[in-house]
């Protein structure tokens, strides 16, 4: 069974311009989160999509946005980048089985797309 | 609302010695409890996880966690540290009922010296 895609692994972009991520989830798999990571700030919850609709939204601003295909692929968007943008964003997946006890919120990581921003 | 306190930020062992990672957590009821390491450049991997029953955890790679609902709490530990262990581990929290929401402890970086 493939595990979580996302792609790209890098990239480097300029101050201003914006992004677009994607993820793959594991075949099956509903629930598509997606996290950035930073030395300074520790891995920080952006949000969460369960077919096509965002459940949870972490604290970040408008700039960062995100969709769910009907496919359950994933992607996120990150516009008029600022520096402070450079991370490791990381897309988990989830059966996320409401109400089943024998789903009990494992999330299957993928290996993050790095972000450079200049 | 649910939390996860990891309080030690970095810690050092020597190759062969034992470890423990400590992870308290806040939660009403008891919830569904794992422990997520992390390579340089990767992404988190499971270890192990605790949802029900035996409150003793084995884990891969010769990891387990307690469990102890008195304490709130649910250590890592492995009896003898290698050279590969060495990566950012993670507690987190997941409620056990209705929506399963994720919360994820500040993580813990173990250095092992030779």
């Known amino acids: 069974k493939a595990g979580v895609t996302q792609t790209p692994r890098y990239l480097i972009k300029t101050r201003g311009q914006q992004v677009t991520l994607s993820c793959s989830p594991i075949?099956?798999?509903?629930?598509v989160s997606w996290y950035q990571q930073t030395p300074g700030q520790g891995l920080q919850f952006l949000f969460e999509y369960f077919s096509e609709t965002q459940r949870n939204k972490g604290n970040f601003p408008g700039r960062f946005s995100g969709r769910q295909f009907s496919n359950s692929r994933s992607e996120m968007n990150v516009s008029t980048l600022e520096l402070g943008d450079s991370a490791l964003y990381l897309c988990?997946?989830?059966?996320?089985?409401?109400?089943?006890?024998?789903?009990?919120?494992?999330?299957?990581f993928g290996e993050g797309s790095r972000l450079t921003v200049l | 609302a649910q939390s996860v306190t990891q309080p030690d930020i970095h810690i050092t062992v020597s190759e062969g010695a034992s470890l423990e990672l400590r992870c308290n957590y806040s939660y009403g009821a008891t919830p569904y409890l794992f422990w997520y390491v992390q390579s340089p450049g990767q992404g988190l991997q499971l270890l192990l996880k605790?949802?029900?029953?035996?409150?003793l955890v084995q884990g891969i790679k010769g990891f387990e966690a307690e469990f102890k609902r008195s304490q709130s709490s649910f250590n890592l530990r492995k009896p003898s540290v290698h050279w590969s262990d060495a990566a950012e581990y993670f507690c987190a929290v997941v409620n056990s009922g209705g929506y399963q929401k994720v919360t994820f402890g500040t993580g813990t970086k173990l250095q092992v010296i030779p």
């Open positions: 605790y949802f029900s029953g035996d409150t």
């Open positions: 075949s099956g798999h509903r629930s």
């Open positions: 988990a997946s989830s059966l996320a089985l409401i109400g089943r006890v024998s789903d009990t919120g494992e999330l299957f």
